[in-house]
């Protein structure tokens, strides 16, 4: 039930669950019996939402005890107009990364992109490393100004050792129109994915529709970082079957700590 009310999914729980088990040691009772440790599956868990009365399933997701989207069907997407991008100067195309850069073997390449909130007047910049699925939070008290993106970038780099933050692979919005400038200062190169393309930047989209669940379309994104930063670890906290059931925070501590200890 915790997981769920912090809005793990099913396969989360119950990867979760069998890692808590698989690391308590047996009661006297189960080793005399050679007794293996009694698990969950994701199934049961989906059978356990279903099964409820009727009624009760929009309760739970109000409680957040349901699952992450609270929906029970999935909704179809609305055709609506397809919106002009305008030109940035001097991009460089997501065609032209390295290969290093587009292997998720090779830590400290990033991709990122922007949450706008209510009519547009307020934004959050979200970046998350490719090898650890680790997001970090970008408040943005200016919203989609480009010079705030671009210093509150600067703040974020100054912050990440070197090797992971090697490069940044974003959305063709116009918010990064200083990239050039943050690329001079910082060495870090931004790539741009083409108009449309969400699947370039993938593990950021994803990422991007989690944080929906806290912050919906057409409310407004607060620039308070300790709150955005509540929200980044409780989303970091999750275990990811992609990850091998470990937790983005746990991963990326762990390429921080293996750096130091090889130069250390």
Known sequence: MAGLAGSWSPQQVAAGLRSELESEPLSVEAAAVDAEPVTVSHQAIYDWIYARPKGELRRLAEQQVALRTGRTSRRPRPAGPVVKRVRIAAMTSIDERPAEVADRRVPGHWEGDLLIGKAGRT?????????????????????????????????????????????????????????????????VKVYFAHPHSPWERGTNENTNRWLREYFPKGTDIPADPDYLWAVAREINGRPRKILDWKKPAEVFAGLLTSKIASTG
């Open 123 to 187: 934004a959050m910049g979200t970046l998350v490393e490719r090898t650890s699925r680790y997001l970090i939070p970008v408040p943005l008290p200016a919203g989609k100004d480009s010079q705030g993106l671009k210093d509150a970038l600067l703040t974020v780099a100054g912050d990440l050792p070197g090797h992971l933050f090697r490069s940044l692979t974003w959305d063709c919005g116009t918010e990064m129109a200083a990239h050039a400038a943050f690329t001079l200062a910082t060495d």
